[in-house]
């Protein structure tokens, strides 16, 4: 059913894409190898939107089939599929949902359409300063994560620099990178080569000693800062433009559903 595919991924993730029960908008690869660190044994994040047909979205159980969760191993890969029905997805994409918009972006296509095409350029209609909220709220989890833990592991660690990067990059510049290597060639933090290292070094050396805490902490607290910083000075609209486009594309899409 799902077949458009524009460069070379591992034929487990394409065969777990096809074999989707609906017509997918677009699919892309999220979480760590999207991000720039994935260990050896990461599992496959797969996100995108999917078109419900027609029929079931006037019945009486329109919202029965608006996400679809595949999760699992094939052929000893581990993937983790998630999709919303185009109506959901582009609802959150209205709501100032950094998480979505990095898969909108992702240049990791494990499969693409021409909406996809016009979907970028719609999302970039929505993007405003406010998606600093959603990238604040998700460092201080990630923070947490990392604190709790003892050992504290590396992985949560990354996470926190990379969504402040993503956020600080996104409200300068009005673009969405979500790779942390490529966003260190900006910022140049002399930590991340060290801690990403790690990362892919295994889970027995992925952890941090305790004495480096605090530095870390201070760096993430100086980044939180510039973040709140270049959110108040940030080009980017207080409010999205972009919904009519969104909605014109749904119906057109939903009415290509019919069976």
Partial sequence: MNSTRPFDIDPRVAAQ???HPYRLLFATISGAHLYGFPSP???YDIRGTHILPLEEVV???PDKHDTIQVDGFRDSLEIDLVTHDVRKFFGLMLKKNGYVMEQVFSPLIALTTPEHDELKAIAKQCLTKHHAHHYEGFFHTQWKLFDKE????VKPLLYAYRVLLTCIHLM?????????VTLNEVFRLPQIPDLVA????GPE???LADDDVSFHESECQRLLAQL???SVISHLPEMPSGSAALNDLLVRVRLCSKS
């Fill in 17 to 19: 894409v096809a074999e």
């Fill in 41 to 43: 044994d990461s599992d």
């Fill in 59 to 61: 019945g009486l159980w």
């Fill in 150 to 153: 003892r050992p504290r592991r």
């Fill in 172 to 180: 300068r510049t009005g673009e969405v990178e979500a790779n942390l």
């Fill in 198 to 201: 790690k990362k892919l070094s």
């Fill in 205 to 207: 050396l992925s952890t």
């Fill in 228 to 230: 709140n910083e270049a």
